[in-house]
């Protein structure tokens, strides 16, 4: 008790590194993620048929494949099977091809929740729009997107939750997160080894991180409470 | 010189022929009232004259200005529809405000887009605001709605919600106003106080033309009434010529439904 009462400065302080990183994958899949979600549901529902033939395929070929394995793929296919090393070595090239996997995978996902929303607002609304004289995208901005909104927030905030924890994948290609860093302990690292309990300690930030967020899309979904 | 004229509107949906050679006018300031059985094609055909369906033959003039011929596709064009939609004004069986926005903000939203395409619009943006509140404001009074102005649409009862409606319609001022069966989702209390807004829209010589199942409404309130059966015009004429003395068979049995009870 004593040992591990002096080593916890050590290993917060490689903790904290290690979640700066979790928490930058985290922003960074979201900011992406978002936007490429909805453009990835525009392609599913557009009526030009090759176009949203082409999108359905992506989406099960990324939703019916284990995020590890893509993140796998990403960041050594390029280097080793065809010789072009695009992400470059360390860290900075690991997070690259982390971010760029954990991105497409998460628009995926979200495209079918967008899809979800878009089509259960009623045509209804679509139509009294236009007979008012609006343009589409008119209607999708001013009409549309936040009734959608309301809709995805639940089935989001399911989906935010898992990408918190989703990011320790990171680990299978050497990114620096916090499940690496609580690792480097046991097999040793800055004169500590054999320690399990930096393990057990990266449970609590994500249990505290995933908390915040929950209060956080809780106090959105009551925002949203004043229309139905 | 009619203000509305339809020619030779056919409308199939798959193999179904919905529409089938309808023609008619209407005058500024009269009403005119659709009535028929559901399915006769009475919704289609407002639908059409609201461009949200597209006629498959047919033209559609208002006020002298081909809107629609389906001979010239010149006249198609997604850009110049949405002006043409302008027309018109639809008010919906089920309402179909926006729910996210007040009575007040439902009946502003379409007018102030507009507002924000003129030129000019930048400078005179606050004195634009206020004049569409104004105007906004003073169309939910006639409605008889001062005092919910700021609720949202979950707050209004159906009749309000569809009061609130021919309010956001008429803000764009239409040449002509439609409405799809307005009192058909509504309980007999607030069917009411909707006719009694109708009513005292057709007073003020608005345009209109109605979709309705209220037979008394459409015999004491329109100048001209159709009966469509079938995706037809089986008859057409003053509420006493169709109500009091129609030709045809199937107009009287369908009329009889309505006068026993």
């Known amino acids: ?228 | 010189m009619a203000i509305l004229e339809a020619e030779h509107i056919c409308k199939s949906f798959e193999n179904t022929e919905v529409l089938k050679d309808i023609s008619f006018s209407l005058e500024e300031g009269q009403v005119l009232s659709i009535i028929g059985s559901s399915g006769s094609g009475k919704t289609t055909l407002l639908r059409c004259l609201n461009f949200l369906e597209r006629p498959d033959k047919g033209v559609i003039r208002v006020c002298g200005e081909t809107l629609f011929d389906s001979k010239d596709p010149s006249t198609m064009q997604e850009a110049e529809i949405r002006k043409k939609r302008l027309h018109f004004g639809l008010v919906f069986q089920s309402f179909n405000l926006f729910p996210q926005y007040t009575a007040l903000e439902n009946v502003m939203l379409a007018k102030e887009l507009l507002a924000k395409e003129q030129p000019g619009y930048k400078a005179r943006k606050k004195e634009i605001h206020e004049e569409i509140r104004v105007l906004a404001e003073e169309l939910l009074r006639q409605m008889g709605l001062t005092d919910r102005m700021n609720n949202y649409p979950h707050q209004l009862s159906g009749g309000q919600c569809q009061r609130v409606a021919i309010a956001r319609a008429l803000a764009l001022k239409p040449d002509i106003l439609c409405f799809d069966e307005p009192t058909s989702a509504l309980d007999p209390e607030l069917t009411g106080e909707v006719l009694r807004v109708m009513k005292e829209l057709a007073d003020q010589k608005t345009t209109m033309i109605i979709v309705t199942h209220e037979m008394a409404f459409a015999r004491d309130v329109a100048s001209h009434v159709i009966f469509m059966d079938d995706g037809y015009i089986l008859e057409q004429g003053t509420p006493a010529q169709v109500f009091e003395h129609s030709h045809e068979e199937r107009t009287r049995q369908f009329l009889s439904r309505f006068t026993q009870g």
């Not at chain 1, 978002?34 to 009526?47: D, H, N, T, W, Y």
């Not at chain 1, 878009?118 to 001013?142: D, N």
């Not at chain 1, 990114?175 to 302990?185: D, K, R």
């Open chain 1, 1 to 228: 008790m004593e040992l591990m009462l002096e080593q916890m400065p050590i290993v917060l302080r490689s903790l904290n590194v290690g979640f700066l990183q979790t928490l930058k994958l985290f922003v960074v899949t979201l900011l992406g993620a978002v936007p490429l979600g909805l453009i990835i549901a525009f392609g599913s529902m557009s009526r030009f048929r090759p176009l949203s033939f082409l999108t359905k395929i992506i989406v099960w070929i990324i939703r019916g494949t284990p995020l590890m394995i893509q993140l796998l793929i990403i960041y050594y296919f390029p280097g080793l099977v065809l010789g072009v090393p695009i992400w470059g070595g360390g860290e900075g090239g690991r997070f690259l091809a982390a971010a760029v996997s954990f991105v497409f995978n998460y628009a995926c996902y979200f495209s079918e929740i967008y899809r979800g929303g878009i089509q259960s607002v009623p045509v209804g609304q679509e139509e009294a729009g236009l007979v008012l004289g609006m343009t589409r995208s008119q209607i999708f901005f001013k009409v549309t997107l936040l009734q959608m909104i309301k809709r995805i927030v639940p089935p989001m905030s399911n989906e935010i939750i898992t990408l918190i924890k989703d990011t320790s994948l990171a680990r299978i290609i050497a990114l620096q997160e916090i499940i690496w860093a609580g690792q480097a302990f046991m097999k040793g690292s800055q004169g500590i080894s054999g320690a399990i309990w930096p393990m057990f300690f990266t449970a609590v930030y994500y249990l505290i991180f995933s908390g915040v967020l929950t209060v956080l899309l809780g106090r959105l979904e009551k925002k949203l409470d004043y229309f139905r």
